[in-house]
């Protein structure tokens, strides 16, 4: 174990990742870790420039990579169909930076239009005063009790890049417009600081991710462990005082860990309502039908194919359902609407 010194510490580049952590509690760094898991916080060297050319700080800037500059990571897998699959590191030694928000990853396969990873090699884990190992729960935030009277709105897709997140802060500035305290959340995924930054920019006035619930990203993370983050982060959000929840499950319906999510009945019964995220409008069936076989009231389908007033002309005869372009969410009448009681439940069916 090795005591980090105070200039050592000054010159680290910290990641979007870690920010919850303290680094007035970064005291020894374990350089014969051999038994890394999942949210373990650790010192990496960059060893090479590839993909990542910048690292995304607590702040939301990206600050410029150079070979040799020591960051401060947190270990996990990446599920990334555009980028990277990524296993989390189990050792020190060579890895890779495997998203810019701050995640070491040891990469599996990638896709063939990306570069390849940054190179880093894990230095060490980093451990307290107390010798303790330092992992993101730590620093999670705390589990707070449910009131259960905010109407949550779940936002998921087809795939990445369907228009989840753009879907998400037009209903967010929707909301705000209306009049409404609105809070955003992200249960699955992978730690980057983008979303956050365009929910708050759209008026939320609470924004929170599985980071804060102490994951570094929830693939191959057990579904329990995802579903308690959610919980924590609905909770939280709901204490956070705010009128509605719009929630971002990310990557698509048959990513394993969102089926899984989404197919636990203790999940559904947060979730009042639905919209669907689709490119097209053969997407769009599959993913309306499978929300319905399990359970859900799905309201409306948006994202990425409403850039196409053709794309939603066959959407809306395909699947039945409302298909509102993101400046259709912004509107009071369209907020109004997803808020209006139907059979005791918060969001309305739609014939």
């Not at 030694?93 to 063939?112: C, D, F, K």
């Not at 929170?208 to 919980?231: K, M, N, P």
Request: hydrophobic letters at 45%; aromatic letters at 6%; a neutral charge.
């Amino acid at each position: 174990m090795l005591k980090l010194e105070n200039d050592r510490l000054a010159r680290l580049k910290p990641s979007f990742a870690t920010r919850r952590a303290a680094y007035s509690d970064f005291t020894f760094l374990d350089d014969q870790a051999h038994d890394l898991t999942p949210g373990d916080i650790v010192l990496a060297r960059i060893d090479s420039i590839g993909q990542h050319q910048r690292i995304e700080r607590p702040d939301g800037r990206k600050a410029k990579l150079m070979c040799g500059d020591e960051v401060v990571l947190a270990c996990g897998a990446r599920y990334a169909p555009d980028q990277f699959e990524a296993a989390a590191p189990e050792t020190v030694g060579p890895a890779s930076l495997v998203a810019a928000g701050g995640i070491a990853g040891v990469v599996e396969t990638a896709n063939v239009r990306v570069r390849q990873a940054t190179g880093i090699s894990i230095m060490g884990a980093l451990h307290g005063s107390d010798g303790s190992r330092l992992t993101l729960r730590r620093y999670a935030m705390d589990t707070m009790p449910r009131s259960a009277a905010v109407p949550v709105l779940a936002v998921c897709g087809t795939s990445m890049n369907a228009g989840k997140t753009h879907t998400v802060a037009s209903l967010v500035h929707g909301f705000a417009k209306a009049g409404r305290r609105v809070a955003a959340i992200k249960v699955t995924g992978t730690g980057a600081g983008g979303d956050l930054w365009s929910y708050l920019d759209c008026g939320a006035h609470f924004a929170a991710d599985f980071t804060d619930a102490g994951l570094a990203s929830t693939y191959r993370v057990h579904a329990e462990t995802i579903l308690e983050s959610a919980h924590r982060l609905v909770a939280a959000a709901e204490a956070s005082g705010a009128e509605a929840i719009v929630m971002e499950v990310a990557d698509g319906l048959y990513q394993a860990e969102t089926a899984g999510l989404m197919e636990s009945p203790s999940f559904k019964r947060l979730v009042d309502g639905v919209l669907f995220a689709a490119s097209d409008a053969m997407g769009a069936q599959a993913g309306v039908a499978w929300l319905q076989k399990a359970g859900y009231l799905v309201c409306a389908v948006s994202g990425v194919l409403t850039k196409s007033p053709m794309a939603v002309r066959e959407t809306v005869a395909a699947v039945g359902l409302p298909c509102p372009t993101p400046t259709e969410l912004h509107r009071r009448q369209t907020i109004e609407w997803l808020l209006q009681p139907d059979e005791g439940r918060v969001l309305p069916k739609v014939a």
